[in-house]
């Protein structure tokens, strides 16, 4: 069960925000009211919401997962591998700090953002990307194994981040796209595969009793339904464009 969530007001300079889609400009009083409603349904999920301010030096810092992996007992802050986005780490360490004692720090040359990692019970997965490298994937693996969890290093090859194309929705089950689908280091789980017209909607997140989903994919949401799993549908048109999805955009512990 989680208890609290961090989340980021997207800033006057969130438009001009990284990305490799082609989607056109993000419209930020559309970004605002979306990110509201993500606000209201993580509140009705049953967790407290801290709201950081938002910063117009960093245009990407709505998607605070990158800077940070969390488990209950301690905090990892990453060392974001975009350069624009590596001082992001600065804000978000006094925010943790509030609720940790036990804070871990992921030095360079390794590099590791949030996204590509996903916790499967005492499983992390840790996904090389453009952003994550070796050098940081090994850190936070050896992190990890002290704290006595099992880490495994899984190399990416078309996804943007590790958690574009996987989430982990508990009892043993996962939501697969692409090059997951057949991935030989999930095939232990249950898996919801996702069509490929419907791949965005692969970055959902499980909190408390709600699957929270991006809203337009059906077919994903009937399987996600039919596998016994509330679902939350919330429109992510804006944080779409800036190759943001759903877990992106909070710190969930």
């Known amino acids: ?69 969390l488990t209950p007992k301690f905090a990892v802050i990453s060392n974001p591998g975009a350069p624009s986005r590596n001082k992001e780490i600065h804000e978000m360490e006094p925010a943790l700090q509030s609720f940790y004692e036990n804070i871990h720090y992921i030095q360079a040359p ?17 996904g090389l990307s453009a952003r994550t490298n070796l050098a940081g994937a090994e850190q936070l693996k050896l992190i990890l194994e002290l704290e006595n969890y099992k880490a495994t290093i899984v190399q990416l090859e078309k996804f943007f981040h590790l958690k574009t194309g996987i989430a982990y929705l508990g009892d043993q089950t996962v939501v697969v796209a692409g090059e997951f689908v057949d991935h030989p280091d999930f095939n232990e789980y249950t898996k919801i595969i996702v069509p490929p017209e419907e791949v965005y909607a692969a970055n959902c997140i499980r909190v408390n009793d709600y699957v929270i ?19 939350i549908e919330l429109e992510m048109s804006e944080f779409q464009k800036l190759d943001g999805g759903l877990s992106c955009l909070s710190l969930r512990f």
Request: hydrophobic share 35%; charged share 20%; proline share 6%.
């Open 1 to 69: 069960m989680f208890k609290n969530v961090i989340v980021k007001t997207p800033g006057e300079s969130y438009i001009n925000g990284l990305t490799t889609s082609d989607l056109g400009t993000p419209i930020l009083e559309k970004a605002l009211d979306q990110h509201q409603a993500y606000v209201e349904a993580l509140k009705a999920c049953g967790v407290e919401v801290t709201i950081l301010p938002s910063n117009v030096d960093f245009p990407d810092s709505t998607f605070v997962e990158d800077t940070a992996v």
């Open 110 to 126: 390794g590099t590791l953002e949030g996204g590509d990692i996903l916790q499967i019970d005492d499983h992390f997965y840790i």
């Open 213 to 231: 989903i991006p809203a337009g994919y059906p077919v994903t949401k009937q399987k996600i339904n039919k596998a016994g799993f509330q679902t």
